[in-house]
């Protein structure tokens, strides 16, 4: 499992935690782009805090300049407080 980390907003965390929003929208550099590829995951952090899930990313598209990264909201991987040793696999 290869796991790239974002941070959402207050106003969008818990849209995408509850599945009523289930993609993130970002502009990436080269490098981050390039382990967004390998992922096979998405840690979604909610800024300021150690709320975050886990979901398995489902389509990764590049459009106009942004990556569009899409998961299923109805399959539940992890919801934890991010805290270190709590999850398995190779983090981003």
């Given at each position: ?19 009523i929003?289930?993609?993130t929208?970002r ?17 979604i ?29 109805n399959?539940?991987?992890?919801n ?13």
């Amino acid at each position: 499992m290869k796991i790239i980390t974002f941070i959402s907003t207050f106003e969008m965390y818990d849209k995408e935690e509850l599945g009523i929003k289930p993609n993130t929208i970002r502009i990436l550099g080269n490098v981050k782009a390039k382990k967004l590829l390998e992922a096979t995951h998405v840690q979604i952090r909610r800024a300021y805090t150690k709320k975050a899930f886990i979901r398995r990313i489902t389509d990764k598209t590049f459009w106009n300049g942004e990556w569009i990264i899409s998961w299923n909201p109805n399959k539940i991987l992890l919801n934890f407080k991010h805290e270190k040793g709590l999850t398995k696999g190779k983090f981003w």
